[in-house]
């Protein structure tokens, strides 16, 4: 792919034409040789990812690069959202505005205030109808969800197509598989022919030039464009078989045989899997397509006292919607008031519903029990959490792992290889039999055994599979190159606070200073860290709040980072946190006082005011339910774990006792911990856990990184994969989940060889019908999709 300047925009295009892996490369090949261009085409989704930098080839570049090569960009269907007409001048306006932008076709309805409009991507965009719209004094925004649904349209009519297509080849070509049985009545060698020459031409001659147009127009196009793919094989082979026969029968040779049979069969046959492969990879993305069908088009809102359902799309930031008994959730939204459970299962893989009460989270798509809610919405159409998994779903469908790229290698040689083993075949069963008839036969086998097709879709069609799973698991992978890394993880690092443990520690124990008041070091201690959002920090100012002690402005804050924090307190100089901190402030810290609580398994805070201790506090992290059967989950996966924790050497012990973890690392500073996840890559690959701000180092330095759901956004940002659910047994998943992707993929891998390493030398040998061929080469890729939705079985929890 090209290098460049930064990307400064990025094209989503939907190609049409694309008939075998070696098309996608080629289409890869040839958009990235255009100045400032890196492009992707994935060819089990039929769309192109292309990055422009800034100066880059313009949007008709690109649209005449891929028409150009013999594929085309197929128009995409987008509805946009007008508000500002006050007339149907102002429809008029808006519709010839819209129309005036390249490749856009608009048709405006001012009383429903919509834009519905037909556009070729690249071409124009919804961004630049947003500019034009608003240019013309009117805003415009795209109805996101229609978009899936148009296109859904768009491919279910193409697939209509298609089956009326192959329909009409099975009911003209059914006469010569009737035939075949009597054709082979004398052997492998018989050819008893019961159908008039003149008739079986008549039946062939549709299929091969009005049924089989697809094949010579999509090789012609990829002949044009420098290269060959899959129907350069299957219009060579069958153009051969066909115009031999013609031949034949007007020269009146009645001593030779005709294949009419094999022309007509064979582009049946083909037609026939790929309508059988389209069908499985459109099951590939079943996971997705089921969690957005999970959205409900409508929500209600309240409008002068009463409930008035409007299309979701109405539903903007802010406003206030309500979930009645069994509702499904239209956006993301806090809830205002009432009290109900929710049933995430959708989102998190989780199936036990989540208490809901005010100010609690619910997301769109999850479904509301028997009570009834007053929400205000925070997160709509592209900002709600369901959302943001298709799009990181989507994602890592699009990427290509290692072993994708060595295949994508092979394929773009595949079929010129294939060419030349056919010619040779033909020469050498001339040369050696004397009979120029055999020897086509046996090279035509050559050409339609021969298909890249199955080489195409082993892995991306895994890889869809895959991710959809673990979206409906929860597993969110952002990187598909991190999807094939897991599998070969020895080490997992896992950070302890608010990833083993919940990362809500309370005071339990205090130990004072004599003459001290509990209130007075709580007061002093709490109102120097109420603005920290360190889990220590909140358990000392929850403490003081639930004991009723208010709490005093600190003024002049300063943080050691992750050691502890100082500033003035009602005139006094108070420093709050860990022994080692206060120590080296030169406050003295009796070991009688510090041992009890760190042997307890207890995180002990110092509390110093004007150079004296005041109070030792113990604060605990209750472990996370099922912590401990993830840790024995990874280890029984053959990984090492780790712990790395900032916390005292004892209290790491003392957890890390109870989750089964026999090493640790403590008192490990956030900027020591992505040094500390290095020194561990020497000893073999390592993925990092974490959720807070200071993983994010950490799970940057990793090979891989699994941030917990529940985490800061900095950390979810930094990881490779996200867990929905806030529990560590998610990572035992992901790796699980890993592993049979990538099982599958080397399965796929040998079907798609194995087909074409037996298949072409017996096909060279004479020990293949061509018609046969075709069947066995259809197979081919039924069986490379047909095994990778054999994923779609794959559930948390196996290992």
């Not at 080629?26 to 100066?55: C, D």
């Not at 895959?466 to 999807?483: C, D, H, M, N, S």
């Not at 080397?746 to 390493?757: D, E, G, K, S, V």
Request: charged share 20%.
């Amino acid at each position: 792919m090209s290098d460049g300047p930064l990307p400064e925009s990025m094209d989503e295009l939907s190609i049409t034409g694309m008939s075998c892996a070696a098309c996608a490369v080629r289409l890869e090949k040839v958009l990235s040789r255009l100045p400032g261009v890196s492009a992707h085409v994935n060819f089990a989704t039929g769309r192109a990812s292309v990055r422009r930098a800034t100066g880059a080839a313009d949007g008709e570049a690109l649209v005449a690069a891929v028409r150009k090569a013999g594929f085309d960009v197929a128009p995409e269907t987008l509805e946009l959202a007008l508000s500002g007409m006050s007339c149907a001048a102002c429809a008029a306006r808006i519709e010839k505005v819209l129309n005036r932008l390249p490749g856009v076709e608009a048709t405006v309805n001012f009383n429903a205030e919509t834009a519905r409009v037909r556009y070729v991507p690249g071409l124009a965009g919804p961004d630049a109808m947003r500019a034009a719209v608003a240019k013309a004094g009117f805003s415009a925004e795209p109805v996101l969800a229609r978009d899936r649904e148009a296109e859904r349209a768009r491919k279910a009519e193409e697939a209509r197509s298609e089956w009326r297509q192959f329909l009409l080849a099975l009911v003209l070509s059914a006469p010569f598989l009737l035939q075949m049985p009597f054709m082979l009545a004398g052997g492998l060698d018989g050819h008893h022919e019961w159908l008039p020459r003149w008739l079986q031409g008549l039946l062939a001659a549709p299929v091969q030039f009005w049924v089989g147009r697809r094949f010579y127009r999509g090789a012609w196009s990829s002949l044009r464009g420098g290269g060959a793919n899959m129907d350069v094989l299957v219009a060579l082979g069958t153009s051969v078989a066909f115009f031999f026969s013609l031949a034949v029968v007007l020269l009146g040779r009645h001593d030779q045989h005709v294949y009419f049979e094999a022309s007509a069969s064979i582009i049946t046959l083909v037609l026939l899997g790929k309508l059988l492969e389209a069908r499985a990879r459109a099951r590939t993305s079943a996971a997705i397509e089921a969690l957005l069908r999970l959205q409900p088009p409508t929500a209600w809102l309240e409008r002068d006292g009463a409930l008035v359902e409007v299309p979701v799309a109405q539903v903007a930031r802010g406003t206030v919607f309500v979930l009645r008994a069994g509702d499904a959730v239209p956006v993301d939204g806090e809830v205002l008031a009432g009290e109900s459970s929710i049933d995430e299962a959708m989102l998190t893989g989780e199936s036990v519903p989540v208490p809901k009460a005010a100010g609690d989270t619910v997301f769109a798509a999850t479904l509301n029990g028997a009570g009834l809610l007053r929400c205000r919405a925070t997160g709509v159409g592209a900002e709600t959490l369901l959302a943001g998994i298709v799009r990181l779903v989507e994602q890592a469908q699009g990427g290509k792992p290692a072993v994708q790229r060595l295949a994508d290698r092979i394929a773009a040689v595949f079929v010129p290889t294939v060419v030349g083993l056919a010619l040779l075949t033909f020469a050498a069963w001339w040369w050696a039999a004397g009979d120029p008839v055999q020897a086509l036969v046996n090279g035509v086998a050559v050409l339609v055994i021969a298909c890249p097709c199955a080489l195409g879709l082993a892995t991306p069609t895994a890889i869809m599979v895959g991710t959809g799973q673990g979206a409906r698991a929860g597993i969110l992978v952002r990187k598909v190159e991190a999807l094939e890394l897991a599998e070969s993880l020895r080490i997992v690092a896992v950070d302890k606070t608010g990833t083993l443990t919940e990362g809500r520690p309370a005071l339990v124990e205090t130990r004072l200073a004599k003459g001290i008041a509990y209130n007075e070091a709580l007061h002093l201690a709490a109102s120097l860290e109420q603005g920290s959002p360190h889990p220590l920090a909140v358990a000392l100012v929850a403490a003081a709040r639930e004991a009723g002690i208010g709490l005093a402005l600190p003024v002049a804050v300063q943080s050691a980072g992750g050691k502890g924090v100082s500033g003035e307190v009602a005139g006094r100089q108070v420093a709050v946190g860990s022994p080692a901190y206060l120590t080296e402030a030169g406050v003295a810290i009796p070991a009688d006082q510090l041992d009890p609580l760190t042997t307890g398994g207890l995180t002990p805070v110092c509390v110093a005011a004007d150079g004296r201790l005041l109070a030792l506090f113990g604060v605990a992290d209750r472990l996370r339910p099922g912590a401990a059967e993830a840790v024995a989950r990874l280890r029984r996966q053959g990984l090492r774990v780790v712990m790395l924790t900032g916390d005292h050497p004892a209290v790491a012990q003392a957890i890390a006792r109870q989750v089964g973890i026999d090493e640790f690392r403590a008192q490990v500073l956030p900027a020591d911990k992505a040094a500390a996840v290095q020194a561990l890559r020497n000893e073999g690959r390592v993925g990092m856990v974490g959720d807070g701000i200071n993983d994010a180092p950490a799970l940057a330095a990793a090979d891989v990184s699994f941030a917990i759901g529940a985490g800061s956004d900095v950390a979810v940002e930094a990881a490779d994969v996200t867990l929905v659910r806030s529990d560590p047994a998610g990572v035992a998943d992901a790796i699980a989940l890993s592993r049979a992707t990538l099982g599958k993929i080397r399965q796929n891998l040998f079907f798609a060889f194995i087909y074409n390493i037996l298949g072409i030398p017996a096909a060279a040998l004479g020990l293949l019908n061509p018609v046969i061929a075709a069947a066995a080469m259809a197979m081919s890729s039924v069986s490379v999709v047909s095994n990778s939705l054999l994923l779609r079985r794959w559930r948390p929890g196996q290992d």
